[in-house]
């Protein structure tokens, strides 16, 4: 079988999902992939997490082809794969309609950035993209959802913010792996419901400043990071 410890990890990735209540049923989806073999781990579409293996984990190309597995690939394969083809360091891609970051997403509205727990993993608000026009929707779905992600990010010249919401939909998350794209979605859900809580109690709360946010991002990530223990990850 190929790529036996990506199939783990992608399956620890999405079980990681289940177990932090980001996932619903079915719903939800993570990816990994190996550069090296230029080969994508992904969820199985509709089988029950409590029943799902390694072995079910399906294999595809960039092209989104099935390589190896007897299932279908998530259908939002196509977001996973244009994603992975924009951000060349990226190893990993976590999707859930987990309900406050998918609030916002429903919204149309980009998570301010209120606070440092935010600061530490995303460096800028989290943004949302357009909605997706009738043309977009009607032929390639989910490989326009992608691309609508990758215009997104064109245009604001980042990628230092490892998430995303797309607008009517739900976020998409990602990371130097899948367990890092996975931990990434807990955090943005978390974030979200802070940021709730925040307007809920002060309509009128305003971002934190650029300094304290540029201090907590930059401890934590880049060449100058100084948080957490030397020699570790
Ligand atoms: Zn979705």
């Keep these: 079988m190929l790529l036996q410890s990506l199939r783990e990890e992608v399956l620890e990735a999405n079980l990681e999902l289940v177990r932090r209540g980001l996932v619903l049923y079915t719903f939800g989806n993570a990816s990994g992939i190996s550069r090296r073999d230029r080969l994508i781990a992904i969820k199985p579409s509709g089988v029950a997490y409590e029943t799902m293996a390694p072995e079910h984990i399906v ?21 996973h794969v ?11 891609v976590a ?12 919204a149309g509205r980009p998570i301010p950035c209120f606070g440092t727990t935010h ?13 997706l026009t009738s043309d977009e929707i ?17 245009q604001l010249g ?19 792996s899948a367990a890092a794209a996975a931990h990434n979605a807990v955090i943005l859900e978390s974030v979200a419901r802070m940021a709730y809580y925040t307007i809920a109690i ?8 650029a300094e304290l946010h540029d201090k907590h991002f930059l401890r934590k990530h880049g060449k ?9 990850k």
């Design 202 to 209: 002060a309509a009128g709360a305003v971002p934190i400043s």
């Design 82 to 92: 244009e994603l992975y083809k924009r951000f060349p360091n990226i190893g990993g």
């Design 119 to 131: 600061a530490d993993y995303f460096h800028g608000p989290v943004p949302v993209t357009p909605r």
């Design 59 to 79: 294999i595809t190309d960039l092209d989104g082809r099935i390589v190896e597995g007897e299932l279908r690939p998530s259908s939002d394969l196509p977001t």
């Design 138 to 154: 009607a032929t390639d779905y989910e490989r326009n959802t992608g691309l609508a992600i990758c215009h997104l990010f064109d």
């Design 158 to 176: 980042t990628d230092e913010i490892s998430a995303v919401l797309v607008a009517g939909h739900a976020p998409f998350c990602w990371g130097p």
């Design 224 to 232: 100058d990071a100084y948080y957490g223990q030397v020699n570790s």
């Design 95 to 106: 999707h859930t309609h987990s309900e406050y970051a998918t609030a916002w997403a429903q």
